[in-house]
């Protein structure tokens, strides 16, 4: 969806932004973010360890691998076009609701929950659902950005 500028994108405030293409994370993936981050629990980085001892047969994605999709992924649903820079503010009521599997597809569905206007431009509040292909919500949160608009721009 493409607004003109953040007041535009007010007008819209309930509305589905849209959907991402689908993505896929491999177990190359969570090894590399788990040596990034530290974050080498078994679980995650031992697929023989996880299959033997985990819940779910399989190494799973790492939350905040899973969460950092956002960003990219939201790319594909929204844009403003006075934007000259956003910021990304915070996020809110982050929750991973289903363990996520290599391997499985995934996308991003982004709603546009509500707008706070600034001085100079506006902050977003973005529904956040990153689900399977059979609709199965992964992980959930609110994300905050904050969109800086050209002609708003202070000095």
Known sequence: MEFASVEDAAR???ADLGVSDWVELGE???QVFGRITGD???IHVDPARAAAEGPFGSVIVHG???LSLVTALANQCYTITS???WVNYGLDRVRFVSP??????VRLELRLDSVEPKPDG???HLGCRIVTANGTP???ATWLVHVVEREKETV
């Open 100 to 105: 996520l599997l290599p391997r499985t597809p």
């Open 64 to 66: 905040f691998l899973t």
């Open 138 to 140: 992964v992980m959930v």
């Open 40 to 42: 080498t629990h078994w």
């Open 83 to 85: 934007a000259r820079r």
């Open 28 to 30: 190359e993936e969570l």
């Open 122 to 124: 506006g902050r977003l």
């Open 12 to 14: 819209h405030v309930g």
